[in-house]
């Protein structure tokens, strides 16, 4: 995670580890191999066990299809640039990934919190950069594992506090 300042503009610029982006890879691969053996014990169970079709075909499908969401899902998350236009006083957030989503602008008025938080992100303990906006919506800006480390190991409160000095939005860093 780093910050650029230029014309009136601060940028957050989150990218995801070479070693997260090859996890995230592993994973999906193995979630998609799941899928495929759950579909074929329910063509097995269909073509050899007729008689325990409404039992297991069920039970396999709705697990079949909680992988699959399982495994996409990993592949949704992405890098994310925050742009803060200190002139027009809005922010941006666009996540790349394998859908690119935009967010925004939302003006700086809207905005009731810049700061971190202790939770799970990619199903590890990571300190979670965040932007709390007036109608309840909760920006993900960024994250970094830390599974047994402590909050302080992270650059990321020094960062989100760096941004809220060069924006002068309220918030705080999580313990």
């Known amino acids: 995670m780093h910050i650029d300042r230029s014309d009136g503009r601060v940028t957050l610029y989150f990218e995801i ?83 690119t989503r935009t967010s925004g602008p939302v003006s700086f008025d809207e905005i009731i919190g810049l700061g971190t938080r202790v939770g799970f992100a990619d199903r590890h303990r990571s300190v979670i950069a965040e932007l709390a906006l007036a109608n309840g919506e909760q920006w993900r800006l960024g994250y970094e594992l830390i599974w047994l480390r402590p909050v302080s190991s992270s650059e990321i409160p020094r960062r989100i506090a760096q941004l809220r000095k060069a924006t002068g939005l309220p918030g705080g860093n999580a313990d």
């Open 17 to 99: 580890s070479p070693n997260q982006q090859a996890m995230t890879v592993l994973f999906g691969l193995v979630m998609a191999g799941l899928v495929i053996g759950l579909l074929y014990g329910c063509i097995h169970t269909i073509l050899y066990a007729p008689a325990r079709v409404g039992q297991v075909v069920p039970l396999f499908l709705g697990c079949a299809a909680l992988a699959a969401w399982n495994g996409f899902s990993t592949l949704l998350n992405g890098n994310c640039v925050t742009v803060f236009d200190l002139k027009a006083r809005t922010v941006t957030l666009v996540k790349s990934g394998l859908i």
